[in-house]
Every structure is written in structure tokens, then in C-alpha cells.
């Protein structure tokens, strides 16, 4: 057996899965560190749930090798249940029983923890805790999810999608919430296709895609990688004078150019020389601007330079 | 932290902080079957289907088999003398009808006999031999014409009737409706709430807590003898109160083998549900397996009514055991060595189906 880095709370190596003729995971490697938040970034079908659920001894990989906390899932199942805390990407728990009765249940699972009412407090459902599963709001059924991953005190946590479907208010109490548990030193594994969520809550980020990972590494590093940290977006032009991108590539610290919508996207490197020279060339082209719009670079944009798409697209 | 008090339940205040879970009420299969309980007594519907629609099924029954005086059996005769004759008889209730109108109503079961002169002073019955009515207005006519044509009968007879408790239709019915009561709650409840547990997912998210397996399985067989006290109850005690079906075996018999019969249904029950993906293919799959028990094995008619080449089937079928204990147990006041046999094939469908369960469930 290969020795195992004392301080990795994960090790994936040459993890595969297919499902009749879909290739899910694909050879993927990883290394998550003990203590830190780890993302797991890509779209729709990139084959995070699979991995993750691999990672959580839901489903049997093809071949490869997964080793979580120093232990394998085929040797010692009963003892990681009992350190893991897990969010599913979406379970719906039992309606007719109450926030209490759920979290009660899911406590009487593990041999460790704080009571159900403490857990209970700590994802603020207090006031919910004798309602309905079935009368929560999104963002309430969410958080009941967390407190039934959290109940157990575990060593590792992975979430897989905690705030898919909620609005923006919404997201926020989760995240919260992992950054209190991130900061007690435990180890978090999360999936998103939000690339905000990534770059809030992870130290690092592997991105993934067709069920390998593309990119590694903290979200800043990732958006250096690409080489442009700002993006330039503006609409000019119209379809009796149509614009010359190929001018537009031959300024200076222009790295890419794309069209979406009828809009133009440029990386840059600097954009105090970029925008003066990319109003010089509409005006020697004498095409009209009609608006100009500047951002850092995204892990979205970083998705976009690797893949060519969006990670919300389909 | 706030103070975690529970005003409901009241059940908090200890179990705060505790470093591990010790006392009873935290461990997992209580926790499990007490979850179970909940879910199930929150469902209006399912408790009407339980414990009113037997109830309402027995009422209707009882009403209609319910024991009435000694039956009269009409017939007809087609001329006066014949008519005369057969009035003689308490039992018959004798209409004078011309041949084509007697004939008619003969056809349609008005009446269940015929009686026409025949040639040469003779008496033509006209009865349908298969018909149990026909062949017993017969016997009565033909003594009756007999009798007041000055036949003597060489031996003198007396009647004595015994009419007993236990031997009515609605005390063959209680045992019956309360082993089909037993089997249908047992599949239907927890057929339907394991699909949809896989169905919603929920069921992946036990499995990825360190819950026992065993445990969940098990609590839906536990959460059912919580309800079986009443379900039981209500139906033998509505049966006793209403229509004075006996129980005349050891209640503690009967408590028994209600629980063998039940846990051998859920673990039916179990392994019906332990593949399907939908509540469709499930339902499906638990009517083909009941629809034939309902049918052979004698809730509403003796299941001996089969070909005996069927008998043997028929008894391994778990309901037809069940029935057949509850029937013993109750209407003979047969004790648990006498049904031995049936309580054999109850557990031998338990084990079977709980072990074959556990292999074969889908736990996602």
C-alpha cells in the first residue's frame, strides 16, 4: 500500500466510472489538504457528483483509489460514517416529520455530537424546529440539510451543491455557516457550478470537465493562469458598420476575443493601456460605442478561456 | 448558543451536549421506528385505509349475511290442488301460476321449483339441479304432496335446531377481513413509504449516515406492531361488540400470531419494494402478488371450494395460513400447538422474505 501523506484528509488517484456510454470520472486525480475547503468547479454533467459520491463510499468506482482520512472505504466503512458529514445534492427528508424529529433521528446515528436542539440553533432554525420539513422555505430545507450533516461533529464535510436553487439572500447563511466550520480546522469538500461560491468559500479549486480536472489551484492563481486578470466587454458597431475584430487583436495586452450576444469580450493584462487603445482603434474604424463594461477576471472566465463554455450552459 | 428548552415533547433538556447518545430514546432503531410512527399516523389517508375501510367492509357485510329467521322458499304450483297441497308445508311459500308465467318466473329465480301435473295423475317438478334452493324446494314439495296424498311416514321424527354463535358468515368473515386487514396494511404502508424514501432520495442520505442497515429495515417491521394493537383491536372488538363473533382461543394466542402474520407481511412488503424506482411498478407488483391471496385464500369464501389440485398451493400462500390460524385460534378456540403447521408457513415466508429483502434492496 502506498504510504499516505499524513496531512491529506483526501487522496483520489486514477479514479474511473462509466455508466453504460458515459464516461463520468475519467482518470481523476486529487489531494485535499486537512483543514482546508477544496471546490469542486464545473458544469452541469462534469462528473463532480459522481466523484464526490465516490469520495463518500456511495458508489463503487470502476477502478482507482480513494482514501479519506487515512482510511478505505472497503476496509473501514463503518468507522468514516462516523467522521464524515455529508449534504446530498438534493434529498428531500421526510415532510410530515418536524425540523427536531429530523435532526433527532440523524443524531441518534452517530456516536458523537452536540444534541439535535444545539445543531439546530446553530443553523438558526430554532424557530422552525417543530414545523413540518414539508412548510420550510428553500433556504430553511437547506440549512436542516446542513444540520444533518453537521450533527455528527464531523472531521469531513462534503457538500455537494449547498446552495443550488437558492436566491441570492438565501446563500449567504450557508456560507456562513462553512466558515465557521472551516474555521475550526476541519476539512471541507464542496461541489458548484457558482463561481462566486468558490471564491468565497475555497482555498483551493480544481475545475473539472468531461469527468477530468482541468485546472488546479487557489481561485487567484487559477485567474492569473489565464494571463488576463481584467475582462473589457462593450457593444459597438451595427450591421451597416460592422466592426474589425482582427484590428482589435493586434493591440497590445489583448490575450482573447469572443463575441456573445452581440457584445465583445476581451482579456486583458492592463487595462489602463487597453481601453485607451481599444477607443483609438472604434475611432480610427469609426465605429459608435455604445457600451463599455470592465471586470476582474472570474473562475467563470477562467472556465471559458479552458473549455470554450459557460458553466451554466445546456 | 441559546438554551436549548423544548416546549413541545419536552425531550431536549437532558440530551443537550451529551457526549453520547445512551439513553433508550436515542438509540437508532427506536429513533427509526419512532420516525416511522409519526410519519405514517400523520397521513390521513392511510389511516382511513387501516382502520376505517375494514370496519366499513364488515358492517356492509354483516349486514347483508346477517342471520335471518329460517329461509322460506317460494315456488310454484300451476293448478289449485297442487297449490293446496304444498301450502301444507311452513316452509314453502307456494303462488299459483299459470305454465308460461310459472315457467318464466322459474327462469328468471323467482320462484326456485315448478310443480305441473304430469300424465296419468303424476307430479312433474321443474327444478335446476345445480341450484341448492331447487334441490331443497324438492325434497319439501315432494314430502308435502306426498304427505297429503295420505303417504304415512314408518318412523316418527323430532327437530331440535342449534343454532351457534361461531358458525354464522360474519364469524367466518371477521378472521378473514382481519388477516387481508393485516396483509394490505402491512405491504401497502410500507411498500409505498420504502419507494418513496429511494424516490425522493432520502434513502441515499440514511445510507450515507452511519445508520445500520439492518436498522432501517427493521424499524418498518417494529413501527408496525405499534399499529397493530390498534388495528387489531378495532376490528375483533368490532366484531365481538356488533355481531358477537367469538374469540374463544388465548387472547395471548391471538396477540401472537396477529405479530408472526404481520412482521411475515411486512417482510413481504419489504422485499416487493426492494428494487422498484416508482410507486407505479411498486403497486403493480404488490396487487400481483395479493390479488391471487385475496381471491384463494378464503377472506370471503373457504378457500377448499378450489380443485384439490390446487389445495397445496393455495395453503402455502401466507394469507391462507394466517386465515386459517385466525380461524382456529378464534371461532375453534385452537391453541398455538394446534395451529403449528400454519405458524410454520408464516415463519417460513418471514424468513425468506426479510433475508432475500436484505440482499436485494436497492439502497439508492
Known sequence: ?314 | MSENTISEGGMSVAEKNSPRANSLADHPLVQLTLVRFYEFIREPEALFWVFAFPILLAAGLGIAFRNRPPEVLRIAAVTPELTQSLRQEKLLEVQQLDSAAGQEALRTGKVALLAAPGANGTVEYRFDDTNPEGRAARLLADAAIQRAAGRIDPVATTDKFVRELGSRYIDFLIPGLLGMNLMGSAIWSLGFAMVDARRKKLLKRLVASPMPRAYYLLSFLLSRILLLVVEVGVLVGFGAALFHVPVRGSLLDLAALCLLASLSFSALGLLLASRARTIEAASGLMNLVMMPMWIASGVFFSSQKFPDIMQPFIKWLPLTAVIDALRANMLQGANLTQIAPQVGIISFWLVICFALALKIFRWR
Not at chain 1, 5 to 31: C, F, P, T, W
Not at chain 1, 98 to 124: D, N
Not at chain 1, 176 to 182: G, M, P, S, W
Not at chain 1, 208 to 226: C, F, N
Request: hydrophobic share 40%.
Open chain 1, 1 to 314: 500500500m502506498p504510504e499516505i501523506a499524513s496531512q491529506s484528509a483526501l487522496l483520489v488517484r486514477e479514479l474511473r466510472k462509466s455508466y453504460k456510454d458515459v464516461i463520468a470520472v475519467d482518470g481523476l486525480n486529487l489531494e485535499v489538504q486537512a483543514g482546508e475547503c477544496f471546490g469542486l468547479l464545473g458544469p452541469n454533467g462534469a462528473g463532480k457528483t459522481t466523484t464526490v459520491e465516490i469520495c463518500e463510499g456511495l458508489t463503487e468506482p470502476d477502478s482507482g483509489e480513494v482514501v479519506v482520512l487515512g482510511l478505505r472505504w472497503n476496509s473501514s466503512a463503518a468507522q468514516l460514517r462516523q467522521r464524515l458529514g455529508i449534504q446530498l445534492q438534493d434529498t428531500q427528508l421526510s415532510e410530515k416529520l418536524t425540523v427536531y424529529e429530523t435532526v433527532r433521528l440523524f443524531r441518534s446515528f452517530f456516536r458523537q455530537g452536540e444534541g439535535a436542539s444545539a445543531v439546530i440553533a446553530r443553523v438558526q432554525l430554532e424557530e422552525k424546529q417543530n414545523s413540518r420539513v414539508g412548510d420550510l422555505s428553500g433556504g430553511q430545507k437547506q440549512r436542516l440539510a446542513l444540520a444533518c450533516a453537521l450533527v455528527g461533529d464531523p472531521d469531513f464535510l462534503f457538500l455537494d451543491e449547498p446552495t443550488t436553487g437558492l436566491d441570492p439572500q438565501a446563500r449567504r447563511q450557508p456560507w456562513e455557516l462553512i466558515e465557521e466550520f472551516k474555521k475550526s480546522g476541519r476539512t471541507i469538500l464542496l461541489t458548484t457550478h457558482y463561481m462566486d461560491e468558490a471564491e468565497r468559500l475555497c482555498d483551493r479549486v480544481a475545475i473539472m470537465d468531461h469527468g477530468k480536472v482541468i485546472a488546479l489551484g487557489t481561485p487567484r492563481e487559477l485567474i492569473a493562469s489565464t494571463c488576463a486578470e481584467q475582462m473589457l466587454e462593450f457593444t459597438a458597431g451595427s450591421a451597416s458598420c460592422a466592426l474589425d475584430l482582427q484590428a482589435l487583436r493586434r493591440i497590445e495586452g489583448v490575450r482573447e476575443i469572443r463575441t456573445e450576444n452581440g457584445a465583445v469580450l476581451m482579456q486583458v493584462t492592463q487595462l489602463h493601456t487597453s481601453v485607451p487603445a481599444l477607443l483609438a482603434e472604434l475611432t480610427r474604424q469609426n465605429v459608435p460605442l455604445t457600451e463599455l463594461r470592465t471586470h476582474s477576471a472570474t473562475l467563470e472566465d477562467v472556465f471559458v478561456t479552458l473549455t470554450g463554455r459557460h458553466l451554466r450552459d445546456e
